[in-house]
């Protein structure tokens, strides 16, 4: 059975750099069959598709956070980790992290970046409320 689990912070102050981190168990983040990746759901509003890292480890960023987001992995602790830098109000939400099936660079950069859905990731973590006020 394949569980997430986040990790991190649940308060950040506005123009610090948010990090967290996903554990994976149950299955490696290496194997080619899945891609990784982070979503994010600010209060009252949908799902936000925020960035990806595959398989083979290419990383592929929602534009609009691109200049701010860095998803990296560990291989040897089954981990990846979000950093989202320079943090404002806006950026309060619980955070998720999920695996999907691999997916084109279309599918990432104008698909899910207009919608996602639960349905398009098998598995999730429980989700990370992250709040930034100072």
């Known amino acids: 059975q394949v569980q997430l689990q986040e990790s991190g912070p649940g308060l950040v102050k506005p123009s610090q750099t948010l990090s967290l981190t996903c554990t994976v168990s149950?299955?490696?983040?290496?194997?080619?069959?899945?891609?990784w990746s982070w979503i994010r759901q600010p209060p009252g509003k949908g799902l936000e598709w925020m960035g990806v890292?595959?398989?083979?480890?290419?990383?592929y960023y929602r534009p609009s956070l691109k200049s701010r987001t860095s998803i990296s992995r560990d291989t040897s602790k089954n981990q990846f980790t979000l950093q989202l830098s320079s943090v404002t109000p806006e950026d309060t939400a619980v955070y998720y992290c999920?695996?999907?099936?691999?997916?084109?660079?279309?599918?990432?950069?104008?698909?899910?970046?207009?919608?996602?859905?639960?349905?398009?990731?098998?598995?999730w973590g429980q989700g990370t409320q992250v709040t930034v006020s100072s």
């Open positions: 149950g299955g490696s983040i290496t194997t080619n069959s899945y891609d």
């Open positions: 999920a695996r999907g099936k691999p997916s084109t660079v279309y599918t990432y950069l104008f698909v899910y970046t207009k919608s996602v859905e639960r349905r398009d990731f098998d598995y």
């Open positions: 890292i595959t398989y083979s480890g290419s990383t």
